[in-house]
């Protein structure tokens, strides 16, 4: 016959290696546990240099053995069903100090942990009859050297209290627990109870299971707060994570995104249609309820291009006007909203047209497919852009721009929509790789370029620009070769010393094509 072999356990080592899997948060967050498992209605903790006392009022420990009790955690059966129960609490907490001593119902013990790990007997008392259990911890360290130990435990119960059912001091003063507070509104999903922030992202929320947060400490983004179903697993032995998070997070997510929705649809109904775009319109948007405004008669302007604080042309990414306010539906006439389909280098041609008629340029693009506003939007290319001038009067292909373009000198600009042929003057106005302008014209630049490279703004490059636009116009508005090389001439011939040509009279020749041919004396 064969040999048999079974599973066995180095029961010493094991124990032994455990350390390697809890933090001292874990000691912290399983001692508030258990208290609370024990039906505990007040749970009062105390910390001096080297030493943390836990003290409840539930319904004590039957048997200290299942303190010390691997996988065994001596909760009743219903419990153990509903929280999944472990039975790994104490044992997080020899760790982390060298004494452990608890006091239970008239039963307690005080021992070593170092011999409480090493498997070594441990004498059990009867002691006076007390309500509940007290723990006390000697020999233990601050998780951070810096920190004392009292503060350092009174940070963390900070962040472990605040959704714990039960009322929690520590050194006499009590713990906020902002999310324990019976007034607030949950709303229930399958995935458990969520508490929504209005000003948050419908993607930022933190989790709590069993009363204890889940995951990592949070950033000080505004979150949603999720309140997980009792009979959800966390990842063992020290709980801080859910143990299929790559499952149950879009389960959570999803759950939010419906309560989300719900609060969105009740703030709907509690306001006024102008007050709820002026209020929750960019929430709408973000979080893909843009459908709750289709039926708002009301639009925003800042869905539009601000005409007076940005002309048309390019523009940084980033810099964009934002104007506060709304308009009405009705305001809106049938060809008065735009929206422009080009490439980005032909765009300032179709701005400058929509910004001559005084048109509205819809610039959001989040709105929903049946939002009122987009019936009227009327969609325009370059190809639309008709540009009318009188004769040129000077022009220049290779300007020493930023950016190369062609530019061109008129009298009179004006442009106008292949099917509308109602004209509009203007300016400047861009068509392709030239810019047509006319001596009056103001910020030219915006023509030209964004001024953007390798994420960097180029605020020398645009002065630059409008010096050679400023010295095109003079050149191209002068009567007489002298106005024109004095116009050419560079600034530090006109304000700066030089000493060399004190006095001096010099002789510039051009040759037929205007090229300077020779300077002589």
Same mark, same amino acid.
């Not at 001593?101 to 059990?124: L, M, N, Q, Y």
């Not at 009363?211 to 983004?221: A, F, N, V």
């Not at 008629?357 to 009122?372: A, Q, S, V």
């Not at 292949?418 to 392709?432: G, I, Q, Y």
């Given at each position: 016959?064969?040999?048999?072999?079974?599973? $066995?356990? !180095?029961?010493?080592?094991?124990? *032994? !290696? =455990?350390?390697?899997?809890?933090?001292?948060?874990?000691?912290?967050?399983?001692?508030?546990? !258990?208290?609370?498992?024990?039906?505990?209605?007040?749970?009062?903790?105390?910390?001096?240099?080297?030493?943390?006392?836990?003290?409840?009022?539930?319904?004590?420990?039957?048997?200290?053995?299942?303190?010390?009790?691997?996988?065994?955690?001596?909760?009743?059966?219903?419990?153990?069903?509903?929280?999944?129960?472990?039975?790994?609490?104490? =044992?997080?907490?020899?760790?982390?100090?060298?004494?452990?001593?608890?006091?239970?119902?008239? $039963?307690?013990?005080?021992?070593?942990?170092?011999?409480?790990?090493?498997?070594?007997?441990?004498?059990?008392?009867?002691?006076?009859?007390?309500?509940?259990?007290?723990?006390?911890?000697?020999?233990? !360290?601050?998780?951070?050297?810096?920190?004392?130990?009292?503060?350092?435990?009174?940070?963390?119960?900070?962040?472990?209290?605040?959704?714990?059912?039960?009322?929690?001091?520590?050194?006499?003063?009590?713990?906020?627990?902002?999310?324990?507070?019976?007034?607030?509104?949950?709303?229930?999903?399958?995935?458990?109870?969520?508490?929504?922030?209005?000003?948050?992202?419908?993607?930022?929320?933190?989790?709590?299971?069993?009363?204890?947060?889940?995951?990592?400490?949070?950033?000080?983004?505004?979150?949603?707060?999720?309140?997980?179903?009792?009979?959800?697993?966390?990842?063992?032995?020290?709980?801080?994570?859910?143990?299929?998070?790559?499952?149950?997070?879009?389960?959570?997510?999803?759950?939010?995104?419906?309560?989300?929705?719900?609060?969105?649809?009740?703030? $709907?109904?509690?306001?006024?249609?102008?007050?709820? =775009?002026?209020?929750?319109?960019?929430?709408?948007?973000?979080?893909?309820?843009?459908? *709750?405004?289709?039926?708002?008669?009301?639009?925003?302007? @800042?869905?539009?291009?601000?005409?007076?604080?940005?002309?048309?042309?390019?523009?940084?990414?980033?810099?964009?006007?934002?104007?506060?306010?709304?308009?009405?539906?009705?305001?809106?006439?049938?060809?008065?909203?735009?929206?422009?389909?080009?490439?980005?280098?032909?765009?300032?041609?179709?701005?400058?047209?929509?910004?001559?008629?005084?048109?509205?340029?819809?610039?959001?693009?989040?709105?929903?497919?049946?939002?009122?506003?987009?019936?009227?939007?009327?969609?325009?290319?370059?190809?639309?852009?008709?540009?009318?001038?009188?004769?040129?009067?000077?022009?220049?292909?290779?300007?020493?721009?930023?950016?190369?373009?062609?530019?061109?000198?008129?009298?009179?600009?004006?442009?106008?929509?292949?099917?509308?042929?109602?004209?509009?003057?203007?300016?400047?106005?861009?068509?392709?790789?030239?810019?047509?302008?006319? @001596?009056?014209?103001?910020?030219?630049?915006?023509?030209?370029?964004?001024?953007?490279?390798?994420?960097?703004?180029?605020?020398?490059? $645009?002065?630059?620009?409008?010096?050679?636009?400023?010295?095109?116009?003079?050149?191209?508005?002068?009567?007489?070769?002298?106005?024109?090389?004095?116009?050419?001439?560079?600034?530090?011939?006109?304000?700066?010393?030089?000493?060399?040509?004190?006095?001096?009279?010099?002789?510039?020749?051009?040759?037929?094509?205007?090229?300077?041919?020779?300077?002589?004396?």
């Amino acid at each position: 016959m064969g040999n048999f072999i079974r599973l $066995k356990t !180095n029961q010493p080592r094991l124990i *032994l !290696n =455990l350390r390697h899997a809890f933090t001292p948060l874990s000691m912290l967050s399983e001692l508030l546990q !258990n208290a609370r498992r024990a039906g505990a209605r007040s749970i009062a903790i105390d910390a001096d240099d080297d030493s943390i006392t836990v003290t409840d009022d539930g319904c004590g420990i039957a048997d200290l053995q299942a303190l010390i009790f691997i996988a065994e955690s001596g909760w009743d059966e219903e419990l153990q069903r509903r929280e999944n129960a472990f039975g790994m609490g104490v =044992l997080s907490t020899l760790y982390f100090c060298d004494r452990l001593t608890v006091h239970s119902g008239d $039963k307690a013990f005080e021992a070593r942990t170092a011999d409480i790990i090493a498997g070594e007997p441990i004498e059990v008392s009867d002691m006076d009859h007390r309500v509940g259990t007290c723990i006390r911890l000697e020999g233990v !360290n601050s998780n951070q050297p810096a920190l004392p130990l009292p503060e350092w435990v009174e940070r963390q119960l900070r962040y472990f209290c605040e959704a714990l059912p039960v009322p929690v001091s520590f050194n006499g003063i009590e713990i906020a627990r902002p999310f324990a507070d019976p007034s607030l509104s949950w709303r229930e999903t399958e995935m458990g109870r969520v508490l929504i922030d209005l000003e948050a992202s419908h993607r930022h929320w933190r989790c709590f299971l069993q009363g204890l947060p889940i995951g990592i400490l949070p950033c000080s983004t505004r979150r949603h707060i999720v309140m997980l179903r009792d009979d959800m697993l966390a990842k063992l032995p020290d709980r801080r994570h859910l143990l299929n998070e790559a499952e149950e997070n879009p389960r959570i997510q999803s759950a939010v995104d419906g309560a989300y929705r719900q609060a969105l649809l009740d703030a $709907k109904a509690s306001m006024e249609a102008g007050q709820f =775009l002026s209020t929750y319109g960019e929430t709408c948007l973000a979080s893909g309820n843009a459908d *709750l405004l289709n039926d708002v008669p009301y639009a925003k302007l @800042a869905w539009f291009r601000d005409w007076d604080q940005e002309g048309p042309g390019f523009r940084p990414y980033w810099n964009r006007s934002l104007r506060d306010g709304l308009i009405g539906a009705d305001a809106f006439a049938d060809d008065s909203v735009w929206r422009i389909e080009a490439e980005d280098d032909d765009e300032p041609t179709t701005q400058i047209y929509v910004c001559a008629r005084d048109g509205f340029l819809l610039e959001e693009h989040r709105l929903d497919i049946n939002h009122w506003l987009l019936d009227k939007v009327n969609v325009i290319t370059p190809d639309h852009v008709v540009v009318l001038q009188s004769p040129v009067l000077h022009e220049s292909s290779h300007p020493m721009l930023t950016v190369g373009v062609r530019l061109v000198l008129v009298d009179w600009l004006a442009v106008s929509h292949t099917d509308d042929r109602r004209e509009f003057p203007v300016s400047a106005v861009r068509l392709d790789d030239t810019v047509f302008l006319t @001596a009056e014209a103001q910020g030219v630049t915006s023509l030209v370029s964004d001024y953007v490279y390798d994420d960097r703004y180029d605020e020398a490059a $645009k002065c630059d620009d409008e010096e050679t636009i400023r010295t095109f116009k003079i050149v191209g508005r002068s009567k007489t070769a002298t106005s024109v090389v004095e116009a050419l001439l560079p600034d530090d011939l006109r304000r700066s010393r030089q000493s060399k040509l004190a006095n001096a009279t010099v002789r510039l020749v051009f040759d037929s094509e205007g090229k300077l041919q020779s300077v002589t004396d």
